[in-house]
């Protein structure tokens, strides 16, 4: 009985060490080109790392332009970090929370979200990497446009 125990522990622990390997593997293929692990690594850690905006609420704000923007664009190294399909809906409620805000970009972000929601996209490389860098952005900068933005 002991024996059993010992064995199917043993086996429990070997499978949680085979799944982590992989699950590793998978999540490190999917972030970077390279094979650099270390490098990996290190650019993984960068884009967590939001040292531009302290406040909860206005790093949300801030994400959600980014991840909207995201649709529109085509990064330099290939590294898209989340979408939000810019709606209409979308992007009233969020010019509505940048109005009762007092954001320190107020200003740029209604002027950004005004154009998208008159379907203006054409300066959007720029405006996701001004949202991009206020999120402490060090890969996924946006190199062009998507093919057939306007």
């Excluded at 949300?60 to 399909?85: F, P, R, S």
Aim: glycine share 8%; charged share 35%.
């Amino acid at each position: 009985m002991k024996k059993n125990s010992k064995l199917l522990i043993g086996l429990f622990i070997g499978i949680m060490v085979l799944s982590g390997v992989i699950g590793f593997a998978a999540i490190n293929k999917g972030f970077s080109k390279d094979s650099n692990t270390s490098e990996n690594i290190d650019k993984i850690t960068k884009v967590f790392k939001k040292d531009e905006i302290k406040d909860k609420k206005t790093l949300e704000a801030y994400q959600k332009v980014h991840e909207m923007a995201n649709t529109k664009i085509i990064a330099e190294d290939g590294l898209i970090w989340g979408e939000i399909e810019p709606t209409t809906e979308k992007i009233d409620l969020l010019i509505k929370e940048v109005c009762s805000s007092n954001y320190e970009d107020k200003d740029k972000l209604l002027q950004i979200l005004n154009r998208w929601k008159s379907g203006d996209f054409s300066n959007c490389v720029e405006e996701h990497n001004f949202v991009w860098k206020k999120l402490g952005g060090e890969v996924g900068k946006a190199s062009k446009l998507r093919e057939g933005v306007k």
